[in-house]
């Protein structure tokens, strides 16, 4: 009987064993099949994350970031332990104490499963399974996946230690508002540092990666804080807080940014400008876009932020001025229903989700409004960001009688005597506060409209290439095409100081005589008859006074004789074109370039000649700190001593390239300065210390530029409507881009200062007359009178024409007899006395110039 009862325990002994080998062999041999093939998990030993690239003033400000996920990355040891421990008791509290995966979770989680009948299924990941799913397996809820994740857990436990696996998810996982990692989290919902944060706010944040968007802390606020509350809860009951903490912890409210509690860091960020989105484009091309996006880039901008706002605010007045002069009204942004203006919240709610531009600044913010009502020839308006007034917020009848309306068929309506002439309702516009100028006290809100014209303006230090200030347009918002580094255009004037610079360089000298009279060219297109912007010519003059009044002649006839090729080769080596065509029309700018290559052109004349690299980067450093790119290449030789005299700064070296002779880049400014002075800039530009530069205006000015120079800072400014078209009779590059130079340069000159141009060693003045090019004696003195640069052992030769091989007439008489004999005085409707000249005509078939 014994022997039966031990047999039949054998049996069932045996078939135990048996049974457990079987399913031992068919685990292993499920583990062996979906183990072959798998990802190497070893890769994440060198894992780099998706980090944010940020550019910073170079005060260290934040003053942009871009990144396809918003992280921070934070290594372990960075990581607070309070924030881990919260983390660890929301998901995975046996962490630090199994191999990978956590058979005690998962057979708790197949129980549960079990007795809801498949209600109560719950994840049994652990962290490290967690971070195979993230990194290197699909999402999907399939039992292959599952067994792929354990085997990977088991084998990332054995290359890693515990605190690599955490920093890896804590970096990489998903915490709302898109919003990667905890460090980018914490920065999100309260505003903070890891290391500033509060146990509830650790707890808050841990709630988070079970479902993100099903704990809003707005929306979800009670079912956040059920969670968050359970989590504290978690960290108590392992020990890592204690029983007063948690009581104390759980009765704090539930806080947020999203609830309005915190200030949101975005706050603290100026809007995207047009200087670091060019930031971005030029970085994305030298490093690749994934990389720029991705590589957690610190880029310190070259940027300075007081002169940006001068920047902007000098651009954006003369194109408002300009626009409102025309009184053409086209500034509805869009229309909302008349069904969703009933109530305030409908309104805000309406016109809080309408593109507007809202980054406009101009004497005051500038705000998107709706037009709610008519009465008594006013329009009741809702501001966004102001609260209503209860008399409500008004545009009065007086601040539309500036614009006519535009019509649908193209035609302009007669001008606005009351609001409603111009709005309608539900119509979406731009409004501003005009305040008085003594006490800032409010007066009215008063309608704008972003111009139909557009420009771009651009300022840079001339001796490093750093660029201070670039405003490409009026707003961003609005447009965010960058027309000063994108817009190709037609520099018209603005270009012929690089063939007076070659001229120079040459055998010319700034008294050289060149014939300003009629060309007539026979081109493939037809007959080309350039002219003057007067329409008058003025025969034999010097080149100096030849581009302080902008003669279009004259620069054809010098560039004949010079050759088209050697102006080509000039343009193309300040970097004004990359491949020149050499064409005499070229000579008067009709080749088109951007603004940034024609400013950090004019750098080069002011800097003596020395080539300049313009730059919107001072240094580039990685996520580690280690600097990748560095733009001032300048070797400091003394930095490093001791015994500098106090009175003497340490002696920077510098390799630069020489692009023109130091005297030629002398001569060709002292020019510029006569342009300024006296020439076509000189009604516009008047600043207290040295300054030089040129004007440029296209044929039918649909392109107007200028741009000028001190000792320490060059600016340039170009206005023309995207779509080019005439600007109107009697713009000029001088009248238009004048201004913005001279409001932008009087802020620039009170901060960097300026000087007298260096004269450079190597030659001598002599006096001439600017008319006529005589010499004068040393003591002459007079209107007339401009002492010129020569080169020591260059004796000028007086009295020799040059006409560029065109034909001219014999009689034709100088610059100053023309102006005598051509003149004549008449008597005015006032009853005044003033002398004019008669314009001549060049007959039907003048194409025109460009000057």
């Known amino acids: 009987m014994i022997r039966f009862i031990l047999s039949i325990f054998g049996a069932i002994f045996t078939m135990v064993t048996l049974g457990a080998m079987v399913i031992a062999l068919s685990i292993g041999a499920v583990f062996w099949v979906y183990g072959r093939d798998l990802p190497s998990h070893e890769s994440l030993a060198q894992y780099q994350p998706k980090t944010i690239s940020r550019i910073y003033s170079g005060e260290g400000r934040i003053i942009d970031e871009f990144a396809v996920e918003r992280r921070l990355f934070a290594p372990a040891e960075e990581i607070p332990d309070l924030v881990k421990h919260a983390f660890i008791s929301a998901e995975d509290k046996n962490f630090y104490t199994h191999h990978g995966y956590d058979t005690r979770g998962m057979l708790a989680a197949a129980v549960d499963a079990v007795k809801s009948r498949g209600k109560n299924v719950r994840g049994a990941s652990t962290i490290t399974q967690q971070v195979m799913k993230n990194f290197l397996l699909s999402g999907d ?91 504290l809860r978690e960290m108590e009951e392992n020990g890592y807080i204690s029983k007063a903490a948690y009581e104390k912890e759980v009765a704090e409210p539930l806080r947020s940014v999203q609830n309005g509690d915190f200030e949101s860091f975005k706050d603290n960020l100026p809007p995207r400008d047009y200087f670091t989105d060019e930031i971005r484009r030029q970085l994305s091309k030298d490093f690749g876009e994934g990389e ?68 406009i600044t101009l004497e005051n913010p500038w705000h998107p409004a709706v037009v709610l009502g008519f009465e008594n020839g006013a329009a009741r308006i809702g ?89 490409g347009g009026f707003s961003y918002q609005h447009s965010v095409f960058n027309r000063a580094t994108q817009a190709l255009r037609q520099p018209g004037s603005s270009f012929k100081p690089f063939v007076y610079a070659s001229a120079l360089d040459s055998g ?39 581009i302080e009044r902008s003669r279009n002649l004259m620069t054809v006839r010098l560039a004949q004789e010079v050759g088209m090729d050697v102006v080509a080769a000039y343009a ?26 024609m400013v950090a052109a004019y750098a080069m004349f002011a800097n003596g000649g ?35 005299p106090p009175a003497k700064g340490p002696r920077i070296v510098s390799d630069r390239q020489r692009v023109m002779d130091a005297i030629t880049a002398y001569q060709l400014t002292s020019m510029l300065e006569g342009v300024v002075q006296r020439g076509t800039a000189s009604g516009s530009v008047n600043l207290p210390v040295p300054t030089a530069g040129k004007t440029g205006t296209t044929n039918d ?31 000029s590059g001088g009248g238009m881009c004048g201004p913005v130079f001279q409001r932008f340069m009087t802020q620039a000159v009170k901060k960097y200062g300026g000087g007298k141009f260096k004269i450079p060693p190597g030659g001598h003045f002599i006096k001439i007359d600017r008319f006529t090019g005589a010499r004068l004696s040393d003591d002459a003195s007079g209107p007339n009178v401009v002492a010129e640069y020569f080169r020591d052992g260059e004796e000028p030769v007086f009295g020799i024409s040059f006409d560029g091989g065109f034909a001219m007439g014999s009689n034709l008489p100088l610059f100053d007899e023309v102006r005598q004999s051509q003149a004549k005085e008449v008597t005015t409707s006032t009853g005044k006395k003033a002398v004019v000249g008669p314009k001549a005509s060049f ?9």
């Open 508 to 546: 010319y000298t700034p008294a050289t005589i060149v014939i300003d009279a009629p060309i007539e060219i026979n081109t493939p297109q037809g007959l080309w008859r350039p002219k003057n912007a007067s329409n008058q010519y003025y025969g034999p003059t010097p080149l100096r006074t030849g």
């Open 610 to 644: 020395e080539r300049v690299e313009p730059t919107l980067v001072d240094r580039v450093q990685d996520r580690y700190g280690k600097t990748i790119y560095r733009h001032d290449q300048r070797v400091c030789e003394d930095c490093g001593t001791e015994a500098i």
């Open 383 to 471: 501001i966004e960001g102001v609260d209503a007034d209860p008399e409500g917020d008004w545009i009065v009848p007086k601040d539309v009688q500036w614009a006519r309306k535009l019509l649908d068929n193209g035609k302009l309506a007669s001008r606005a005597n009351t609001a409603d002439d111009l709005l309608e309702l539900g119509d979406v516009v731009l409004v501003r506060k005009m305040t008085a100028d003594a006490d800032g006290s409010f007066i009215r809100w008063t309608l704008r409209q972003v111009p139909d014209v557009e420009g771009g303006f651009m300022a840079m230090d001339v001796n490093t290439g750093r660029v201070i200030a670039m405003q």
């Open 572 to 597: 193309e080596r300040f970097g004004v074109y990359e491949n020149m065509g050499q064409y005499l029309a070229n000579a008067l700018g009709s080749e088109e370039t951007t603004l940034f290559n």
């Open 141 to 231: 809820r399939r039992i292959e996946r599952k067994i792929k994740e354990i085997i990977l857990a088991a084998r990332l436990e054995e290359t890693l230690p515990k605190e690599k696996i955490l920093e890896l998810y804590l970096n990489e996982i998903f915490l709302g508002q898109n919003s990667y990692g905890v460090a980018a989290a914490a920065q999100t919902y309260f505003n903070k540092a890891l290391s500033d944060l509060a146990p509830h706010e650790a707890a808050f944040l841990a709630s988070l990666p079970k479902a993100p968007s099903d704990f809003h802390p707005v929306r979800n606020k009670d079912r956040l804080l059920a969670r968050r509350n359970f989590v």
């Open 843 to 851: 007959g039907a078939l003048s194409s025109g110039g460009l000057y």
């Open 701 to 731: 000015a649909k392109d107007v530029w200028f741009i000028g120079f001190t000792s320490n800072v060059v600016a340039g400014c170009y206005i023309g409507y995207d779509d080019p078209r005439p600007l109107g009779r009697g713009a």
């Open 292 to 359: 720029f996006f991705t590589g957690g880039f610190a880029v310190r901008a070259t940027i300075d932020p007081e002169m940006q706002v001068e920047a902007a605010e000098a651009l954006r007045t003369q194109l408002e001025d300009y626009d409102r002069g025309r009184g053409i009204w086209h500034g509805r942004i869009a229309r909302i229903p008349e069904d969703q203006l009933g109530t305030e919240d409908a309104w805000r709610a309406a016109l809080a989700s309408t593109e507007a531009p809202r980054d």
